[in-house]
């Protein structure tokens, strides 16, 4: 039988996407709603993967169960040969350049490699669409479990279809039911101002989208034996696919990633719009077959595969390294350059086994033994064959050792948020269970220094010789001003130092007493969280609001809802933009809703590739606003990383000292101006 001949529509489509998603992840402001473009691809697969399964059981009422079983392991190679030889090869990079990331990352290599990625990270909590904390470069093979698991869970419905012996369109209206159960059940599941991820992840929630894949393939015929009379239908199908493919633009420019609206409409809208394009594909309409067969794009679509299991990781790599390169356009330039040569690369070796590595992604494994085999013979052969298999060889071993360095350790930042959140939600009225073993260290270091005079936690307290020279080093008018404030505030000072004596290190006499005496509300993200219990050490009339990943126009409604009930005092710090960045606009409202209150807007230099932006929008607000002020944390922390946690975005336990002490000290700056 003739092959029919490949649509290179299809692959421009795929292109398109896969170029959407990695610009989603490398300019969320710019492509917010990227994301949707995975809906395409399950779509896509839905079509391909019913027209197979019509074509085993064409003309019958049953199956050919060993043409399925055919299918499926085809099916299964194609996507676990390039996944097993991409784990591979990242874990035996890691091994070499980062053997600490193997620590934190066992149970997303083994939940990705059994294909149940997604359900491990819905039962690990784990988020898509924030990855500060805890970023993995395998988060992203939630798409591969999904696309397996839609393939399996599919079988059983094709096959009641039937048995039902239901036609064409019966089987178009049962898939589009399913597709409308799909996102009912998003509608029940979704939670408004949660995180998404659990409706992102799900089986159920995201079937809709391959089973409107597959109610093309039943819907196509039936639409064109309905229209078949229509004068105009060539206009009528160009006008809805063009709108359509317009539209799906549209989103992809405009849809943000958190809001109910875009699962409860735009998903589903996204899902149709998807599958009129692929109508207008399949049916052939001129421009959109035209447009969609654009070189570069199916250049892209048919390496699509191997460009989604490399971005992901380059993503992560370029994202942590962020604070060297500095400029956030080189450094998306850069990300892009390395998907496309990494993924360009791992295509021809893997997917398209351009070279013949021996025992490599052929899995011809006889002929490859007895090809090794006529190397080794007396007459050995040190050629280019034998040199990719050392090679392979090397590679083999180095996954072997990433493998066995695999563990489940939690990143610092993140135990340190929890720990965090743990101390607020129980006012230190409990331990928190997971410092159990950090305390009996601590505890048993403690007893050492007592014992010993050593200093593995105490400090050591500047007496003798080095507070001598450190008295000689100061002039006597500097020492007598110091001794002043001291006296002066001594109430201040002596409670400062009891409780949080490196606090009172980093702030002088002045800042400590200015800091009891105001009142201050600090208001924001993860930082704000981290942060609050420090702050309100020293600000003991202080109080503070703190949300893990809140963005500014999530935060708005929060903010509006303290201020009306009195809770928001007359100066306001505030900590937001880290995770998304910020916009003006969002900006201006928050400005209206503080009123006439002093506001300190925290800029940030934690490694996030809008930082630039971020730290401009603010400058221009205390610009714009005679009560808005900048409270310059990006170049009070340069050339000090020890401030900054593992992750290089959360404050250590030294940063938040620090920055309550720049708080202080910006605030009475400012304020004393005021008064002037």
């Known amino acids: 039988m003739k092959q029919k001949k490949r649509i290179s529509s299809f692959d421009g489509l795929k292109g398109l996407a896969i170029l959407l998603v990695v610009l989603y992840h490398l300019l969320p402001k710019q492509v917010p709603g990227g994301f949707l473009m995975v809906n395409t691809f399950f779509v896509l697969a839905g079509y391909f993967y019913v027209r197979k399964l019509e074509a085993i059981g064409a003309g019958t009422d049953t199956f050919d169960w060993a043409k399925l079983g055919h299918y499926l392991r085809h099916t299964f190679i194609r996507l676990f040969v390039p996944l097993v030889f991409f784990m591979m090869i990242l874990l035996a990079g890691l091994f070499v350049f980062n053997p600490v990331e193997l620590h934190f990352i066992g149970n997303d290599v083994w939940s990705s490699s059994l294909f149940v990625n997604n359900f491990y990270q819905i039962l690990a909590g784990r988020s898509y669409f924030v990855k500060m904390a805890d970023a993995s470069p395998f988060t992203h093979l939630w798409y591969s479990a999904l696309y397996l698991q839609f393939f399996l869970v599919a079988i059983p419905l094709f096959y009641l279809t039937k048995r039902l012996k239901m036609n064409v369109p019966q089987k178009a209206i049962f898939w589009l039911l399913l597709m409308f159960a799909s996102h009912v059940l998003v509608a029940f599941l979704f939670k408004p101002g949660q995180d998404p991820s659990r409706v992102y992840y799900g089986?159920?929630?995201?079937?809709?989208?391959?089973?409107?894949?597959?109610?093309?393939?039943?819907?196509?015929?039936?639409?064109?034996?309905?229209?078949?009379?229509?004068?105009?239908?060539?206009?009528?199908?160009?006008?809805?696919?063009?709108?359509?493919?317009?539209?799906?633009?549209?989103?992809?420019?405009?849809?943000?990633?958190?809001?109910?609206?875009?699962?409860?409409?735009?998903?589903?809208?996204?899902?149709?719009?998807?599958?009129?394009?692929?109508?207008?594909?399949?049916?052939?309409?001129?421009?959109?077959?035209?447009?969609?067969?654009?070189?570069?794009?199916?250049?892209?679509?048919?390496?699509?595969?191997?460009?989604?299991?490399?971005?992901?990781?380059?993503?992560?790599?370029?994202?942590?390294?962020?604070?060297?390169?500095?400029?956030?356009?080189?450094?998306?330039?850069?990300?892009?350059?390395?998907?496309?040569?990494?993924?360009?690369?791992?295509?021809?070796?893997?997917?398209?086994?351009?070279?013949?590595?021996?025992?490599?992604?052929?899995?011809?494994?006889?002929?490859?033994?007895?090809?090794?085999?006529?190397?080794?013979?007396?007459?050995?052969?040190?050629?280019?064959?034998?040199?990719?298999?050392?090679?392979?060889?090397?590679?083999?071993?180095?996954?072997?050792?990433?493998?066995?360095?695999?563990?489940?350790?939690?990143?610092?930042?993140?135990?340190?948020?929890?720990?965090?959140?743990?101390?607020?939600?129980?006012?230190?009225?409990?331990?928190?269970?997971?410092?159990?073993?950090?305390?009996?260290?601590?505890?048993?270091?403690?007893?050492?220094?007592?014992?010993?005079?050593?200093?593995?936690?105490?400090?050591?307290?500047?007496?003798?010789?080095?507070?001598?020279?450190?008295?000689?080093?100061?002039?006597?008018?500097?020492?007598a001003e110091l001794q002043r404030a001291i006296e002066e505030n001594r109430q201040e000072v002596d409670a400062l130092r009891e409780k949080s004596p490196e606090m009172a290190a980093v702030m002088s006499p002045y800042e400590i007493a200015f800091a009891a005496k105001t009142p201050v509300f600090l208001f924001g993200d993860s930082q704000a969280r981290r942060t609050g219990d420090f702050l309100v050490t020293a600000f003991t009339k202080g109080d503070f609001y703190g949300k893990v990943s809140l963005q500014i126009w999530d935060a708005l409604p929060i903010f509006q809802e303290y201020v009306q009930s009195g809770q928001v005092a007359e100066n306001v710090v505030v900590i937001l933009g880290t995770n998304l960045g910020l916009d003006q606009e969002s900006v201006d409202e928050f400005m209206k809703i503080a009123g006439d209150r002093q506001v300190f807007w925290v800029n940030t230099n934690s490694a996030v590739d809008h930082l630039a932006s971020v730290n401009k929008i603010i400058q221009d607000t205390a610009d714009k606003y005679s009560n808005a002020h900048v409270v310059d944390w990006y170049s009070y922390s340069q050339g000090h990383p020890e401030w900054y946690a593992e992750d290089d975005i959360h404050f250590s336990v030294e940063g938040c000292n620090e920055f309550v002490g720049l708080v202080a000290r910006t605030m009475m700056e400012a304020l004393n101006q005021k008064q002037q």
């Open 203 to 479: 089986l159920e929630t995201r079937f809709a989208s391959f089973a409107a894949g597959i109610s093309v393939a039943y819907f196509t015929p039936t639409v064109l034996n309905f229209f078949h009379n229509m004068v105009n239908k060539l206009m009528f199908y160009t006008i809805m696919g063009t709108l359509s493919f317009i539209s799906m633009l549209w989103l992809c420019l405009n849809a943000l990633d958190k809001e109910a609206f875009t699962y409860l409409v735009w998903m589903p809208t996204f899902n149709m719009l998807s599958l009129l394009v692929v109508f207008a594909i399949v049916i052939g309409i001129p421009i959109i077959r035209k447009g969609l067969s654009f070189k570069p794009l199916t250049y892209l679509g048919k390496r699509s595969y191997s460009y989604y299991l490399w971005y992901y990781p380059v993503t992560v790599f370029v994202s942590k390294n962020i604070r060297l390169i500095q400029d956030n356009r080189l450094a998306v330039l850069i990300a892009l350059v390395l998907i496309w040569l990494i993924g360009d690369l791992f295509y021809r070796l893997v997917e398209k086994d351009q070279w013949g590595i021996w025992f490599g992604p052929s899995l011809n494994f006889k002929q490859d033994w007895a090809k090794l085999k006529d190397h080794i013979k007396p007459n050995f052969k040190m050629d280019a064959d034998f040199g990719k298999f050392l090679v392979s060889c090397v590679i083999f071993i180095l996954f072997l050792a990433g493998a066995a360095n695999l563990r489940n350790h939690q990143r610092p930042a993140l135990f340190q948020l929890e720990y965090q959140e743990y101390l607020t939600s129980h006012k230190m009225e409990k331990v928190f269970p997971q410092a159990v073993p950090l305390i009996e260290v601590h505890d048993q270091l403690a007893g050492l220094d007592k014992k010993y005079q050593s200093s593995f936690i105490q400090k050591e307290q500047q007496t003798g010789r080095q507070l001598i020279d450190n008295m000689l080093s100061a002039s006597e008018s500097n020492m």
